[in-house]
């Protein structure tokens, strides 16, 4: 390893963060440019509304599935020389999805590029946590990586409408390329390699399989109710993926190298973070209905819908900024159940939307609900990092990304399914004078461009009631989210009671009996800026030699 002084300790930490931002700009930008590409992809490939949802979920549940199998690995192989691996596989196989001729082939693309796509957050998490090391500025810099990953969701529907007003649908999918092929040049030189412990034996391909198996079908399961109802198929599936998750987790406790550290869990801070960034994903699982809403059913277009994405995401990224803040003199705890409220306050008022008058009221809401959930996301991700010994980091990180992406895939599936069932049952009666209302039953996407070609009370009848159910959908899943908002602040309530406010000193990871409420020196002039990252994070360095070293 290379000797460093503590300013270039310093700033290469920054340096680091700016460098492992990209790829987590780009995976947030993937998820929310087909937000505002549905529609169109919806129409060119002729994809229903069960399609569009495995479209967009099944690349958040590959990486789901896979987040703690890559993780290990990262751990065995080196973080940096993982990311790098991954984001070569992803800038190629972002290409293929994007020349998609099926929605079946974009499916199956989306499924390949998830597996890509969970070789990076892991990494990244990982590598941040050996960057940063002090618990203050490690707080700082996770919230800074959780607004890159907001500003990445604001900056994608952005751009998407500007490429969809120009280009096909395919065109938002290529944006990845450039970035990761800048991030594979410049990483060997700008970030350290990390690993994990000593590890010894090979991964162990049953448990990775028993992951995916664990996932895959209990979603399968989730869509298949919504469309069809309780069929036994349906059951099926959700009990494979029960027992298989049961017989994925024992295994681990067994194995003398396992997949998944369970052991991580007998901490209940790093159990409970986990649950919060689980439940953090289910709650924000409607957002892709409101960019449905603007272009189908208020008839914006893709710029203009992400025009409005901007102020919502703006401000999920102010509550990822000042929640660490806020931990310096407020327990996180309080600070997460107090933005959970603030989260169920939008909630309702996107409940109460109506298919005609509802544009300012939808976005007001969002906004307030985004700005109460940032804290979540940023705290949650700093306390299960920071609740785990350093050479487990990869394996924390993989339980931290899996926790989020897996949530939020979920609360996709459930929202969207949830939606869908409401929005077809509109059309079980037929629509007078419409030939064609078997494809408006699909997606409002469908009903409206079925709806343009019919002239008349024929065709204003069909854009209504699918207004109207696409509405009723859009209020019942921001309900559901408002519940789950309300589960996520009892729980935080609870579970994290005994995590005093950073301010005191006490580690996230520290027992609550055993706290120093008299070590301030944490909250001493600490003015939160990237310059003291750089200053302090070197300071630190000279105060501690194991912080003073890092290896290229």
């Known amino acids: 390893m290379d000797?460093?002084?503590?300013?270039?300790?310093?700033?290469?930490?920054?340096?680091?963060?700016?460098?492992?931002?990209?790829?987590?700009?780009?995976?947030?930008?993937?998820?929310?440019?087909?937000?505002?590409?549905?529609?169109?992809?919806?129409?060119?490939?002729?994809?229903?509304?069960?399609?569009?949802l495995w479209a967009?979920?099944?690349?958040?549940?590959?990486?789901?599935?896979?987040?703690?199998?890559?993780?290990?690995?990262?751990?065995?192989?080196?973080?940096?020389?993982?990311?790098?691996?991954?984001?070569?596989?992803?800038?190629?196989?972002?290409?293929?999805?994007?020349?998609?001729?099926?929605?079946?082939v974009l499916i199956a693309a989306r499924g390949v590029l998830g597996v890509a796509g969970a070789t990076l957050m892991p990494s990244t998490l990982a590598l941040l946590n050996s960057l940063f090391t002090d618990k203050r500025h490690h707080a700082m810099a996770i919230g800074a990586y959780m607004s890159c990953f907001m500003g990445g969701i604001a900056l994608g529907p952005v751009v998407g409408g500007v490429l969809l007003e120009h280009f096909w649908w395919g065109s938002t999918l290529l944006l990845p390329v450039p970035v990761m092929v800048l991030l594979v040049v410049a990483a060997p030189f700008l970030l350290p390699e990390a690993r994990g412990g000593e590890i010894r034996g090979r991964i162990d391909l049953r448990s990775v399989v028993l992951s995916l198996v664990a996932i895959l079908p209990f979603v399968y399961g989730v869509k298949e109710i919504a469309k069809n109802g309780l069929t036994g198929v349906a059951v099926l599936a959700l009990v494979v993926g029960v027992l298989a998750g049961v017989i994925f987790v024992r295994r681990q406790s067994r194995l003398a190298e396992p997949l998944l550290d369970v052991s991580l869990f007998r901490n209940r801070v790093f159990a409970s973070a986990a649950t919060?960034?689980?439940?953090?994903?289910?709650?924000?699982?409607?957002?892709?209905?409101?960019?449905?809403?603007?272009?189908?059913?208020?008839?914006?277009?893709?710029?203009?819908?992400?025009l409005w994405l901007i102020a919502p995401t703006f401000a999920g990224m102010v509550g990822s900024m000042l929640a660490p803040a806020f931990t310096r003199r407020i327990p996180p705890g309080k600070v997460i159940v107090s933005g959970m409220i603030i989260?169920?306050?939008?909630?309702?008022?996107?409940?109460?939307?109506?298919?005609e008058s509802g544009v300012a009221l939808l976005m007001s809401g969002f906004v307030v609900a985004s700005l109460g959930a940032g804290p979540?996301?940023?705290?949650?991700?700093?306390?299960?990092?920071?609740?785990?010994?350093?050479?487990?980091?990869?394996?924390?990180?993989?339980?931290?990304?899996?926790?989020?992406?897996?949530?939020?895939?979920?609360?996709?599936?459930?929202?969207?399914?949830?939606?869908?069932?409401?929005y077809r049952s509109a059309f079980s009666d037929p629509v007078p004078g419409v030939d064609a209302a078997s494809t408006a039953r699909e997606s409002v996407a469908g009903a409206m461009s079925v709806a343009q070609g019919i002239p008349g009370p024929a065709g204003e009848e069909l854009a209504r009631r699918a207004a109207e159910a696409f509405t009723d959908g859009l209020n019942v899943a921001a309900a559901f989210g408002g519940v789950v908002a309300l589960v996520l602040a009892?729980?935080?309530?609870?579970?994290?009671?005994?995590?005093?406010?950073?301010?005191?000193?006490?580690?996230?990871?520290?027992?609550?009996?055993?706290?120093?409420?008299?070590?301030?020196?944490?909250?001493?002039?600490?003015r939160g800026t990237i310059r003291d990252?750089?200053?302090?994070?070197?300071?630190?360095?000279?105060?501690?030699?194991?912080?003073?070293?890092?290896?290229?």
């Open 376 to 422: 979540a996301g940023a705290l949650g991700a700093g306390l299960i990092m920071t609740s785990a010994p350093q050479e487990k980091a990869g394996s924390a990180a993989a339980v931290s990304e899996t926790s989020g992406d897996f949530g939020v895939s979920l609360g996709i599936a459930l929202t969207g399914s949830i939606a869908a069932a409401i």
């Open 56 to 104: 967009l979920d099944l690349y958040g549940f590959v990486v789901a599935a896979l987040l703690i199998t890559m993780g290990n690995l990262g751990d065995r192989i080196g973080r940096r020389r993982l990311l790098l691996i991954g984001a070569s596989a992803f800038a190629v196989l972002s290409a293929v999805a994007a020349y998609s001729p099926s929605i079946e």
């Open 533 to 552: 990252l750089v200053d302090e994070q070197g300071i630190n360095g000279a105060e501690d030699t194991g912080h003073s070293r890092t290896s290229r």
């Open 490 to 526: 009892v729980v935080a309530g609870i579970s994290l009671r005994h995590v005093p406010a950073h301010g005191d000193g006490k580690d996230g990871a520290d027992d609550a009996s055993t706290a120093s409420p008299t070590d301030t020196d944490a909250s001493t002039d600490d």
């Open 276 to 306: 919060l960034m689980l439940l953090m994903g289910i709650m924000s699982g409607y957002a892709f209905l409101v960019a449905l809403y603007l272009q189908s059913v208020a008839g914006y277009s893709p710029l203009t819908t992400g």
């Open 343 to 355: 989260s169920v306050l939008g909630l309702v008022a996107v409940t109460q939307v109506g298919p």
């Open 3 to 52: 000797e460093v002084t503590p300013s270039e300790h310093g700033k290469r930490a920054v340096i680091g963060l700016v460098i492992l931002a990209l790829p987590t700009l780009m995976m947030a930008m993937d998820l929310s440019i087909l937000y505002v590409a549905v529609p169109a992809l919806s129409v060119d490939l002729g994809a229903n509304s069960t399609e569009q």
